[in-house]
């Protein structure tokens, strides 16, 4: 046993070697709190982290940089609103200025410790506002944070639409949780009235993101942006004026979860009234982020989808079948909710194609609420990696590959985050499993250059699709709506057994059986079928109608692949090269699944 856990370490240890010399030059750019250089935290064995990780790093901070400066010279030209009126209102260009000030926060990399990460690096136009490297949606899922290489565990989510989530709620009479953001609806809304602005303020201070270490921090790098006059503009004349101690600037460029701050969330010593104005900056901080996501420079209302229903555009015979499928054998509007009746019956696998009129001419696409669709454990996720201690003495996950993503479950009993109504408490064992029902609009949103998600003869670009990134093409993702439960198999993934391909005929077991949605997996469809459904999710992409904002910034490669030579160069086996063997599993966490009230069944 000794000698086993010996060779272990000397694995651990030369895959921590490796990557030193494979991203030499990373912990140069990161300084600690003493001055010296932070070296990378990589703890992955080899081909977790792609190989381009540094170079797509620089690339989309570059990206980031020009949408920055675009925004600063819009502002620039903006006329001054004025304000007026009782109650007053800043007339005129208030609304754009708040807009702006919110795209200027979005893309400001100054709001992290290192100064080199902004939201706009997980959350890029071109991708729908969401992942930008097809290298990472292809391995190791999250994105990588301003300490290099702390990631989270879930796929960035896309910002489009989101704004529309009502705030968190119990619906007694279905008996189902309706509202909220983030894949777990963590960010209720309870304090702000919106989902989408509460969201806004996780990651600045997300210890595997920007991982700012206290939320005043926020207050103290917005007191040295270019666009300050803009801030006080919308929130008021001296709202940044707070008097920050001067080891402040030390406290924020040290992530969140050093051991230096002994688990404070507050490190930086303000006066209660200070404390209470870098509190409001905070949430106004949260407030423009959610009027710039809301804006059409982002929930744009402007796909063929939107166009075909004010009668500008013809939908072709197989967007037509794919939208008939999507409302009725598909089953896929009992969910992500187009506006039109659901055809669809449980017992009988026709349906009745609908052709009453769009009752909403803006449907959102989801319903709001969460389900489990029993996706299984996807062991390439950076989370299962990062339980050792970094450089700061912060381990992200000491449960290794004993984590399970409970979703909305971890949420309710208070692991996840904190959960603002104790009420909802014991609702966890029902919602173990769940995760938000994204809209599937932009769901299909690529750069320009890589006109696809799907990889064929064209060149692509790569997504991972659901909360864990598990599937990789549109194509697969209906084909795992629709074959779930014909093709199931009690083994993790990679472990698929011979004579079956994983995600054609070989789907393996959920990550948490609890609670699965049994609406989907089984539902007839043809592989043309799947197709059109495909064809018609292709219609939500926004840019049809009007230019989409910022869609043109991308300046990176397509993937590229040749069905003549490559077996996985189709939508149905995409990825698929990329797949690793899940180890076996130890138990689940007790900090995870032993907390109450515990999973009903038990979790292994």
């Known amino acids: 046993m000794k000698r086993a856990r010996l060779f272990g370490m000397l694995i651990l240890f030369a895959a921590g070697i490796g990557a030193l010399l494979l991203f030499p030059h990373i912990g140069g750019a990161q300084t600690s709190r003493r001055g010296t250089p932070a070296p990378p935290y990589n703890p992955y064995p080899p081909g977790i982290l792609p190989p381009d990780l540094t170079s797509e790093i620089a690339r989309v901070r570059s990206e980031v940089a020009s949408i920055e400066n675009e925004a600063l010279a819009e502002w620039a ?11 007053p209102t800043l007339q005129g260009t208030g609304q754009r200025a708040n807009q702006l000030l919110g795209k200027l926060m979005n893309f400001d990399e ?56 009502p705030v968190l709620n119990y619906n007694e009479t279905q008996g189902l949780f309706f509202g909220g953001n983030f894949w777990d609806s963590r960010a209720t809304g309870y304090l702000l009235g919106s989902p989408d602005a509460e969201q806004a303020q996780h990651p600045p201070v997300d210890t595997q993101e920007h991982a700012l270490p206290d939320t005043a921090c926020i207050a103290f790098r917005l007191t040295t942006a270019a666009y300050r006059p803009l801030f006080e503009t919308v929130w008021g004349a001296g ?22 701050f002994g688990g404070s969330a507050t490190p930086i010593n303000l006066t209660a009234e200070d404390r209470t104005k870098a509190n409001n900056v905070f949430d106004h901080w949260g407030n423009s982020l959610d009027q710039y996501e809301a804006s059409p420079d982002v929930s744009a209302f402007s796909s063929k989808f939107d166009a075909y229903t004010k009668s500008k555009y013809t939908l072709t015979a197989d967007e037509m079948a794919g939208m008939e499928l999507f409302n009725g054998k ?10 039109r009746g659901t055809t669809a019956t449980v017992l009988n696998p026709g349906f009745n194609p609908d052709h009453s009129k769009t009752a909403d001419v803006t449907p959102k696409f989801t319903c ?3 389900a489990n669709e029993g996706l ?26 004993g984590f399970r993503d409970l979703g909305m479950g971890s949420f309710l009993r208070g692991v996840a985050a904190p959960n603002p109504n104790s009420n909802w408490t014991p609702f966890a064992p029902a919602t173990d499993g769940q995760f938000q029902v994204s809209s599937a609009r932009n769901v299909a949103m690529t750069p320009s250059q890589c006109p696809t998600t799907e990889a064929g003869s064209t060149p692509y670009f790569q997504k991972g699709f659901f909360h864990n990134g598990y599937i990789k093409s549109l194509k697969q993702l209906v084909h795992f709506y629709n074959t779930r439960d014909v093709y199931p198999f009690n083994v993790t993934s990679g472990n698929c057994p011979a004579g079956t391909i994983e995600k054609v005929n070989c789907w393996p077991m959920p990550e948490v059986k609890n609670n699965i949605d049994m609406t989907t997996g089984k539902l007839g469809l043809t592989d043309k079928e799947e197709d059109q459904i495909v064809a018609f999710l292709q219609t939500l992409t926004d840019g049809f109608t009007r230019f989409y904002p910022d869609s043109d910034k991308f300046t990176g490669t397509c993937m590229t692949c040749n069905p003549a030579t490559d077996p996985d160069c189709t939508p149905s086996r995409q990825g698929n090269r990329s797949l690793i063997q899940t180890p076996p599993l130890p138990a689940c966490g007790s900090d995870i699944c032993g907390v109450s009230p515990v999973p009903k069944p038990p979790i292994p």
């Open 330 to 339: 598909g089953n896929c509007n009992s969910c992500h909710i187009d506006g």
């Open 77 to 87: 030209g903006l006329p001054p609103p004025t304000l007026t009126g009782q109650p």
């Open 376 to 401: 299984p454990l996807n062991p390439r996720d950076a989370i299962y990696y990062q339980n050792t201690p970094d450089f700061f003495g912060f381990t992200a996950n000491p449960d290794g590959f």
């Open 368 to 370: 709001f609420g969460s």
């Open 239 to 260: 709202s940044l004026n707070i008097n920050f101690p001067q080891n402040a600037e030390t406290i924020c460029d040290t992530p969140g979860g050093a051991s230096q």
């Open 110 to 165: 100054n709001i992290s410790p290192f100064k080199n990460r902004a939201c706009g690096f997980c959350h890029m136009p071109y991708a729908g506002f969401s992942g930008p490297i097809a290298s990472v949606n292809l391995t190791m899922v999250a994105y990588p944070g301003s300490y290099e290489f702390r990631a989270g565990k879930r796929t960035a989510q896309r910002y489009t639409y989101a704004p529309f989530f």
